[in-house]
């Protein structure tokens, strides 16, 4: 029998030994490596370990004797997960919600991993969900006004077809308080009275007029002044007249469909205040709270004056 050429070569210059005397003795790894030495294995810099530690991602490690913490191979495996995920294109928050009560690579195997993933997927699902209803806020500010496109669709819709201009920014700013306090229904009824202002000149123009007169009552006029209760009379008489537009348009009859269907949609169970939802650590406050911690610059004069409009439009209300 005969070798290769190749081996016939090799023996001529090298003492022939067995298999076993030429493989080199196997490398003992070690049980734990440094910050430094995981951080070139996994491919990422010690400074991007010690921040999965400060989001959450990896657990910190106890410092040895020495002072210096150091890795074992659960912590390397989660290490690689983190940066394949991340390389992927998924944000560290994710990747720390997604893994969150899971342990990727570890005992639970294939399985684990792809309900890591799933969760992952649907996080990134409802990311996209947001994305999209935050574009279509963005489409809306663009094709109604970047402030009229803030307002709920049930406020922007009573809106539709106004006259362009005809909306001033007093009005919008009435529109976004009433929405605070009253939630959307109570804007809507609101839009409807700029909605009747803006196709009648006359009704705004006498508009105008009533609440110049109501801001002249300013701090100089006492509250017994004979024009506190001249200019209630002329609120009284606008509101009459506002109303009675308001119903000839056929206002009253869209607001009860549009009452109708928001109340198909949310079940008496499920409203827990008129206003928008308060902010996450806040507590819900009452309508009454709401208006209470809004400030006015009323004068007691002005204040007055509303109070007797209030008072005449109740005593000219028929009885029930």
Same mark, same amino acid.
């Given at each position: 029998m005969h070798l290769p050429q190749r081996h016939v070569v090799f023996s001529k210059h090298v003492p022939f030994r067995s298999e076993r005397s030429v493989m080199p003795p196997f490398p003992t790894p070690p049980r734990q490596v440094l910050i430094g030495d995981a951080a070139a294995f996994v491919g990422v810099t010690p400074r991007a370990i010690r921040h999965y530690h400060q989001v959450g991602l990896l657990p910190e490690r106890e410092r040895g004797g020495d002072g210096r913490r150091r890795y074992g191979y659960a912590e390397i495996i989660r290490l690689l997960w983190i940066r394949r995920m991340a390389d992927a294109g998924i944000a560290l928050d994710d990747i720390r919600d997604a893994f969150a009560g899971a342990a990727p690579g570890g005992g639970g195997g294939e399985h684990e991993v792809e309900g890591v993933l799933v969760r992952l997927e649907d996080a990134l699902a409802?990311?996209?969900?947001?994305?999209?209803?935050?574009? $279509?806020? @963005?489409?809306?500010? /663009?094709? &109604?006004?970047?402030?009229?496109?803030?307002?709920?669709?049930?406020? %922007?819709? =009573?809106?539709?077809?106004?006259?362009?201009?005809?909306?001033?920014?007093?009005?919008?700013?009435?529109?976004?308080?009433?929405?605070?306090?009253?939630?959307?229904?109570? $804007?809507? @009824?609101?839009?409807? /009275?700029? &909605?009747?202002?803006?196709?009648?000149?006359?009704?705004?123009?006498? %508009?105008? =007029?009533?609440?110049?007169?109501?801001?002249?009552?300013?701090?100089?006029?006492?509250i017994d002044d004979p024009r506190v209760a001249q200019v209630a009379a002329e609120r009284h008489a606008f509101e009459n007249a506002l109303m009675r537009a308001i119903e000839e348009s056929g206002q009253l009859e869209e607001d009860n469909a549009i009452f109708d269907a928001w109340d198909e949609r949310h079940p008496p169970e499920d409203i827990e205040a008129p206003g928008p939802a308060p902010a996450e650590g806040s507590r819900v406050r009452s309508t009454a709270e709401v208006i209470r911690s809004m400030p006015y610059d009323f004068s007691p004069a002005r204040l007055r004056s509303m109070e007797l409009a209030v008072k005449l439009g109740a005593s000219a209300a028929p009885a029930p």
């Open positions: 409802a990311q996209e969900a947001e994305l999209q209803r935050k574009r $279509a806020s @963005v489409r809306r500010m /663009r094709n &109604l006004g970047s402030r009229l496109g803030l307002f709920n669709d049930l406020v %922007s819709g =009573r809106l539709e077809g106004v006259p362009e201009g005809s909306l001033r920014q007093d009005d919008l700013d009435t529109l976004l308080v009433t929405e605070r306090i009253f939630g959307p229904l109570g $804007a809507v @009824v609101q839009a409807g /009275r700029f &909605l009747v202002l803006a196709h009648d000149p006359e009704l705004r123009a006498e %508009s105008d =007029r009533v609440d110049a007169a109501e801001e002249a009552l300013d701090d100089t006029v006492a």
